[in-house]
């Protein structure tokens, strides 16, 4: 088997088997196939695609490049969720606890933020004290005992993924859809969860900016995980704005709390409770996911989320009395409001001028390795839809940084203001269950 020959292969739009896909990988993982021809590959796979089989396959190299997570010791079907990744997405602080509140295991994987999308992980740890280096032991034990735990992505799993995506970084091939589908499919394959429900993002401030693309992302990664055994469902999410009022890492989980109590916004409530009613289904608690979505909506009003909250907070070390208080999260010293300069109607909410603008402020990093300031953030007040008077405030940065200018420009610029009311954008956008 030669490289140069598989590389021809795909340029002319033949389709790779098993054994050539895990020779690449394989290969490529132990460094036996330079970077230039791995680079060649993806430009032809970014061209000529690949079909659902293939794209399978080269999910299961990638995960058997590395460690696979054994949660057999975990009691019930565990259920996942992933997001694509938006501005001010919370939604896995709001569904864990919600999730668990309905006796069904979330043993859940997260990763850190980079760039202007925030990352479970790092908000998390704006709790004083939270630990999410757990041993598997412990991981386990949490959620067979309080059925939630979250633990930061171990170092060992999918390393075929994690070199391929820096080469796709740099080669112009991230946006295909079977490398983006089984890029993100093989990390929650090889976490080991029975049944993976996604949070696909769609529009200005998400990776996949149409429907047509989203559903098409959906559909590929749907059709991975049933291919490979996992009940998958994909939920398509609106991200022409972001979500909820809160952006930034205790900011977040503020708000977080403030839905669990059943205070929240309700795009971030809706998004929510359909997340967390699909994971409900496919945990077998449910036969439907409008009997899911109101015992859901019950443990919201009732205090049950909340209390699971608390004790996810507890049992990884973390200070409950800030959940009790929020106040006792981390503050930032410099408020600033952004001031609308015309009247009219907010028409768009550019998501991810917003997410550069809180970056700039210290909440999220330009690389892996920049610090980041819990306390930094924006807080919005006026959101799609709503009526603005010239004067008012549009939103507050929130910031320890005495140089904001950049991010004010930033934040102002996002907002677009027309004469007429913009026409509602459904907070779900679409659910797939089939590819």
């Known amino acids: 088997m030669h490289m140069l020959d598989l590389i021809d292969k795909k340029k002319k739009g033949k389709r790779l088997s098993k054994e050539e896909i895990y020779y690449i990988v394989q290969g490529y993982t132990e460094g036996a196939i330079p970077d230039y021809q791995i680079s060649a590959l993806l430009m032809a796979i970014y061209f000529?695609?690949?079909?659902?089989?293939?794209?399978?396959?080269?999910?299961?190299?990638?995960?058997e490049s590395g460690d696979q997570i054994d949660l057999s010791a975990i009691e019930g079907v565990k259920v996942d969720k992933h997001s694509t990744g938006g501005v001010g997405d919370k939604v896995?602080?709001?569904?864990?606890?919600?999730?668990?509140?309905?006796?069904?295991?979330?043993?859940?994987?997260?990763?850190?933020?980079?760039?202007?999308?925030?990352?479970?992980?790092?908000?998390?740890?704006?709790?004083?004290g939270f630990d999410i280096?757990?041993?598997?032991?412990?991981?386990?034990?949490?959620?067979?005992t309080n059925k939630m735990a979250i633990v930061g992505q171990t170092g060992d799993l999918t390393p075929a993924d994690k070199k391929l995506y820096a080469l796709r970084d740099v080669t112009a091939t991230v946006d295909s859809i079977p490398l983006i589908a089984s890029s993100i499919m093989s990390k929650k394959i090889a976490s080991g969860s029975d049944a993976i429900v996604l949070d696909v993002k769609v529009g200005n401030g998400a990776f996949m900016k149409t429907l047509d693309d989203a559903r098409a992302l959906a559909k590929a990664m749907v059709s991975i995980?049933?291919?490979?055994?996992?009940?998958?469902?994909?939920?398509?999410?609106?991200?022409?704005?972001?979500?909820?009022?809160?952006?930034?890492?205790a900011n977040e989980v503020r708000e977080a709390i403030k839905t669990l109590k059943g205070e929240g916004m309700q795009?971030?409530?809706?998004?929510?409770?359909?997340?967390?009613?699909?994971?409900?289904?496919?945990?077998g608690a449910f036969d439907s996911i409008e009997v899911a979505e109101k015992a859901i909506r019950?443990?919201?009003?009732?205090?049950k989320a909340l209390e699971m909250l608390k004790t996810l907070v507890k049992i990884q070390g973390g200070n409950v009395s800030q959940i009790e208080n929020p106040d006792l999260l981390p503050t930032a010293?410099?408020?600033?409001?952004?001031?609308?300069?015309?009247?009219?109607?907010?028409?768009?909410?550019?998501a991810e001028e917003i997410g550069t603008s809180a970056m700039l402020l210290g909440a999220g990093r330009e690389t892996k390795e920049d610090v980041i300031d819990y306390a930094a953030g924006i807080t919005l007040h006026k959101k799609v839809g709503d009526e603005v008077t010239e004067g008012d405030v549009l939103c507050t940065l929130l910031t320890n940084r005495e140089n904001y200018q950049d991010a004010y420009d930033k934040a102002?610029?996002?907002?677009?203001?027309?004469?007429?009311?913009?026409?509602?954008?459904?907070?779900i956008l679409d659910v797939i269950t089939e590819a």
């Open 412 to 427: 102002q610029e996002a907002y677009d203001i027309a004469d007429e009311r913009p026409e509602h954008i459904p907070f």
């Open 48 to 63: 000529q695609g690949m079909d659902a089989e293939e794209t399978r396959m080269l999910t299961m190299a990638m995960v």
């Open 333 to 350: 010293k410099i408020s600033v409001p952004v001031i609308a300069k015309k009247k009219g109607f907010v028409h768009e909410i550019k």
């Open 225 to 249: 995980g049933r291919g490979l055994g996992r009940d998958t469902v994909a939920v398509l999410t609106n991200m022409n704005e972001p979500l909820g009022k809160e952006v930034g890492n």
């Open 92 to 128: 896995s602080l709001v569904v864990i606890p919600l999730v668990a509140s309905l006796g069904i295991p979330v043993a859940k994987m997260s990763g850190r933020g980079l760039g202007h999308t925030g990352g479970t992980i790092d908000k998390l740890e704006s709790i004083e």
């Open 133 to 144: 280096s757990l041993s598997m032991e412990k991981f386990i034990e949490n959620v067979n």
């Open 298 to 303: 019950e443990n919201m009003k009732n205090g």
């Open 267 to 283: 795009d971030l409530v809706n998004v929510s409770v359909t997340i967390a009613g699909h994971m409900a289904v496919l945990g």
